[in-house]
């Protein structure tokens, strides 16, 4: 392995920092680097071509009261694969936030678990306010471009793909909304159009939007919700785009008093709102309480709209034990799957009589799935996701679930491995949709190190095909995706890495 130290950021956590989210297997990274030559376990397939990209919450200073995982900067990780060799960065991403932060040798903005009068700045971002808009939750690739977001809403900050190199801020030629937008927005295969929302604590709350293959806004409108809402993610089909109002927000009378404790309201039922997915006309539709994360796909089936996602049992995370240190249980333990009580599961929205009709998918505690991007938006199969460890915001293993037959086949990292989103690389010319790769990165407690794991999507069970070792042990971390190679401009003719 050849590897490029670039620099070190500045950090400034303790060297002995016992922050159950910010030690183990979330110890932060503060150096980036470019290696090439990667040693790889067993045999990376030749048609393995494109780039990994994952984001992590990457924290460099101590918060100003209380850290939450989710408040920590964005530090991209890339693997790319080509000519049966892998390569590997990782990047900040140099957000507003992060350089002034870097420039005052301290946090400044107030994060998740703290109360928004103690940022020492008065300004901020986020649907609340005073946050840092981080960038650390999601990251896409559109248009040829990587970007990351912010699930409080926040910029979308360019990358390019293949080096991490910093191409500033997504402008949408003078429409980038002034109140950012959400994680989570959807990249649709074959029209070069990407759908976003974004929500906030002023009348509408919600609103929807369209931009094109040219980063224009084409469409744009508001979705009028009853008050404050805290959607993470939305669905799409060919005609329609999907929100959600679930019941877990802001409780609205400490709202009034200018605090933001987010409760389950148990007794409202979850809505679904259908949209033309250029269109301003929403139909609501109401279903079993509940909060969704993520969704793994929608398509329309005759007068019905069919969304899968998975559905929380427990959405506060209600007596659940916390894996760490006490002291932080009521803070962290509903960030685990076993406390969320996470699993798979389908509406059936009729467009024709109004009805939902509701099925569980699967009994298995799983999370964060991930599709065949090419059945976006189409009848699909397969949900490849991810298995809790219990406790904690980590991800223990893989499972394949085939919904048509309802068998599922897992695999696990093994004692003390923990692994990220795992993204879909379709293999090149493949029709069959679990033809194709799973690609995750590991944070190894035991053997001390990260690996890039590639498996066979049609085998998860045997383990996987190839393992790529990656220069230093990295944060666990969550949200991926994958581009191939053909798609990113510059793939070929920058022939020299890293
Ligand atoms: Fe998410």
Known sequence: MDVEVLGRVLSTLPDDDDHPYR???????????????????????????????????????????????????????????RDGEAFYRNRFVRTDGFRAEQEAGRSLWAGLAEKPESALRPDGWGARGRMKDA?????????????????????????DPMTLDDLGKSTWHGDFPAMGVSAHPKVVEGTGEMLFFNYGTEAPYLNYGVIDADNRLVHQTPVELPGPRLPHDMAYTENYAILNDCPLFWDPEAL???????????????????????GTEVRWFEADTTYV?????????????????FFQGSPDGRGAPFGGDQRYARMFRMLSFDAM?????????????????????????????????????????????STGAPGWFLFDGLVRHDLRTGAEDGYRYG??????????????????EDDGYLITMTTDMAEDRSECLVFDAARVGDGPVARVALPERVSSGTHSTWAAGESLPGWRAGAELP
């Not at 007794?267 to 259908?274: A, E, I, W």
């Open 135 to 159: 960038s650390s939750t999601d990251i896409v690739v559109h248009a040829g471009v990587a970007l990351t977001s912010f699930y409080q809403c926040g910029e979308l900050y360019r990358l």
């Open 256 to 278: 009034r008093h200018g605090k933001y404790a987010a409760r389950y309201h148990r007794d409202m039922p979850m809505r679904l709102g259908v949209i033309p997915r250029k």
């Open 415 to 432: 004692p003390g491995v923990f692994g990220s989103e795992a993204a879909f690389a379709p293999r090149a010319g493949a029709r069959d």
């Open 293 to 309: 994360l993520h969704w793994t796909n929608a398509y329309e089936d005759g007068d019905e709209i069919v969304l899968d996602g």
């Open 341 to 385: 009580q996470t699993r798979l599961h389908r509406w059936r929205l009729n467009l024709a009589t109004g009805q939902v009709k509701e099925e569980r998918l699967s009994e298995s505690v799983t999370e964060f799935g991930m599709i065949n991007p090419g059945f976006a938006a189409k009848p699909y199969r397969y949900v490849y996701a």
């Open 23 to 81: 030690s183990g297997p979330w110890r932060p990274q503060a150096v980036e680097r470019s290696a090439v030559g990667l040693e790889v376990v067993g045999e990376l397939p030749a048609d393995l071509d494109g780039v990994y990209l994952r984001n992590t919450e990457n924290p460099v200073h101590p918060a100003i009261t209380n850290y939450h995982p989710f408040d920590g900067d964005a530090l991209v990780h890339l693997v790319g694969f």
